[in-house]
């Protein structure tokens, strides 16, 4: 047997065809190996998406304790004198029974130290309304409006038919309110016997388009 027809022969052959499919393999086995990793570009994606969302959350949490932060210090600056401003309250309601505690005849005749006296009081009375103001303590002003169990407490009822049933003719005792709170509730007298209040404002709006 010569090396050519070793070369060319059945072995030759044979070997040939070995390395192909062998070759065929590795090929496929490589595509398959490709074809299971996930592609770079989508998970730079993916994670990119998963960043931003977590930014997102984050921000929007950092925005609400913001937010939580800026009201609770609002709160404490605007109600942390809540306590001190109704003890003075009660000095402030102790003058005015001073002053109210005075006949207007003995006031009319009242010489010069007793006039200069209630006229003190009442100076102190102001100045004391005045800083408590100053302080977000304000004055209920209720005469007139509709009673509200919010600002106002019912202390009695007066007949009245010329206004709305349950508005307030009266106070007793003068309501505050600091911020948005009620500090103390007004004491007030109500109308009974007029009108509904939904009547009232019909026949208003009829006046007014009469008008």
Do not use: C, W
């Amino acid at each position: 047997m010569t090396d050519e027809t070793t070369k060319n022969g059945p072995d030759a052959a044979a070997a040939e065809a070995t390395a192909d499919a062998a070759a065929n393999v590795e090929n496929e086995a490589v595509k398959e190996a490709a074809a299971g990793e996930p592609d770079a570009l989508e998970l730079l994606k993916a994670e990119n998406t998963e960043l931003r969302d977590r930014y997102l959350r984050l921000a929007a949490e950092m925005d609400n304790l913001r937010r939580r932060t800026e009201r609770e210090v609002k709160d404490a600056k605007s109600y942390s004198v809540a306590g001190f401003a109704r003890d003075m309250l009660a000095v402030s309601d102790n003058l005015r029974r001073a002053i109210d505690a005075i006949p207007p005849e003995a006031r009319a005749a009242a010489d010069a130290g007793l006039t200069t006296l209630i006229e003190g009081v009442e100076m102190t009375e102001r100045s004391m309304l005045s800083a408590l103001e100053r302080h977000g303590v304000r004055k209920l002003e209720p005469v007139g409006q509709k009673f509200d169990p919010n600002f106002h407490q019912a202390m009695f009822e007066v007949p009245n038919t010329e206004v709305p049933n349950n508005t307030v003719v009266q106070v007793v005792q003068a309501g505050f309110s600091i911020g948005e709170r009620v500090l103390r509730p007004a004491m007030v007298g109500v109308a009974k016997g007029g009108p509904k209040l939904v009547e009232a404002e019909a026949n208003s709006v009829l006046d007014e388009k009469d008008a």
